[in-house]
């Protein structure tokens, strides 16, 4: 099955929940394939039954998955890149510390493995003391280019920069854009992104010059009675993205 995500125009590929595989599939539908799917490794009690059910979700979706953490739980690092290892996703969600370990045991280059670094309220500065130790200790926080330079020293392929808050730290954000887009990296805004922020927060990457942009939309589109991400939400986001690229 194909590693590398199907990018609309190579710029920007969404990332969205499944609540279940029949909605992996209406969501994978309704973005037309340009779409990764995320199925949280936190909702199985362990490694093998996680790569059982998920290898199931990547058959339907053309292997359009992106095994995640769940809300960038620290403590799900390990489990993360031992199902990696075995269902070889298009997608990997990794703390910081933990990308170097998803990248060797999935022993390609093509899946994509984001390194998550956080805002810290200083323009030009993140976090990247995210990992199950460093995360309970002082924050670790450096220039931006060092945190690129260090994902790319463990073949990670993108920041995840969580938690945004939307555009609360769109100074920040749009820092983390143009360093991403001068170090030839990809981005992958997370966190309180919704219908109406969706279109300011991919413009900015896009307009920095971002190769490739993998903005994670959440809580906001999912239905909090049936627990699934709306397709026609997922339609929505499409046709942003397509009015953006033109």
Not at 4 to 19: E, I
């Amino acid at each position: 099955m194909k590693l590398k995500p199907n990018y609309y125009k190579d710029r920007v590929c969404l990332n969205v929940l499944a609540g279940s595989k029949d909605n992996a599939q209406e969501i994978y539908d309704a973005a037309q394939g340009h779409v990764l799917v995320g199925v949280l490794s936190k909702n199985y009690p362990d490694v093998d039954s996680a790569v059982a059910d998920m290898s199931r979700y990547a058959r339907l979706i053309d292997n359009a998955l992106s095994i995640g953490l769940g809300a960038g739980d620290p403590k799900q690092s390990a489990m993360v890149s031992l199902i990696a290892q075995q269902v070889q996703p298009q997608h990997v969600n990794q703390v910081f510390t933990g990308v170097g370990t998803s990248r060797a045991l999935l022993g390609q280059s093509d899946t994509v493995v984001n390194g998550l670094v956080s805002p810290t309220g200083r323009v030009g500065w993140v976090k990247i003391s995210t990992g199950p130790l460093s995360a309970l200790s002082a924050d670790g926080i450096v220039p931006v280019e060092t945190a690129i330079a260090l994902l790319k020293d463990m073949g990670g392929s993108s920041i995840k920069y969580f938690p945004m808050g939307g555009l609360k730290h769109q100074d920040e954000y749009q820092y983390v854009a143009k360093a991403c887009a001068e170090h030839d990296f990809m981005l992958e805004p997370t966190g309180g992104i919704d219908l109406e922020n969706f279109e300011p927060i991919l413009e900015i990457a896009l307009q920095a010059g971002v190769k490739q942009v993998i903005p994670h939309i959440y809580s906001s589109i999912i239905d909090s009675t049936t627990g699934n991400t709306r397709p026609q939400d997922v339609k929505t986001l499409l046709e942003i993205s397509k009015k953006l690229l033109g």
